[in-house]
């Protein structure tokens, strides 16, 4: 079967409208797709009509463990979605009062962006929006030389995220009856010197993070190796997703075009496994 449980439009920093993203999953003949925006739910009923396959809510929860940032998929399997959608609705807020804070910081180095029309959407914004106004404000030329000059981590500008401690994510995904895996876990590798996901999955396990994205987008077969014994050794189920964000990324690198395409293709024990652990 072929699976799409990672994937990003317009309402946070993909490329594309959730319809548009939900039809070229169905192009790419998906048989179960979500559409993950980083904290928001709100491209779901967009993604719907337009999805050919089963449609599943489902977000990205950007979360905090030890003063690390880590990404949690949670997908809706019916239960009360209440207790996701509260703590959406407070990390939007904090989104939007960090995008403030950074413009502040700009417009105290000489750059006036207005942020109003992003803050009244509905929409999880970020540095990869403010980058954008720049680009129209004429402040920069590039989004990337948004980035470089004024926008990199740790920067003069950047505001760290005031995210949600991993357990209270948990927790509220727990109360939702949801499903919910690690996302893209090499991206941990680098903490500390030391793999972080390991560490994060047999922590967090008996806390509902049952899942982990063993066939994430740009990982070879080794890198499917490397995370499926894992999940395999812990009892977890690995789930699939491209993490893709359209055509071209809307990402800190902002120009990088995306090399993988909507749709993870599953061996049938996996797949059936992924479905029932859904389901």
Known sequence: ?????HCHSTCSDGTDAPE???ARAAERKVDIFALTDHDTTSGFASAVPASASRCIRGTELTCAYEGRTVHVLIYDKGGDW???ETLLAAISQARRDRLQ???DRLK???VTIDVAPLLATNRSVGRPDLARAMVAAGAVKTPRDAFTRHLYDGGPVDVPHRTADIAAALEAGRQAGAAMSLAHPHHYDHQNGAPLAPVLVRKHRDLGLTGLEAFYGIYDTAARRRWTTLADELGLVCTAGSDWHGRERAGAQMNATSNVELGVDLPDKRGEALL???S
């Open 108 to 110: 105290a180095r000489g």
């Open 276 to 278: 029932r652990w859904l």
């Open 101 to 103: 804070l950074m413009a």
């Open 1 to 5: 079967m072929r699976f799409e449980l």
């Open 82 to 84: 209440s207790a996701v």
């Open 20 to 22: 548009s993203v939900a």
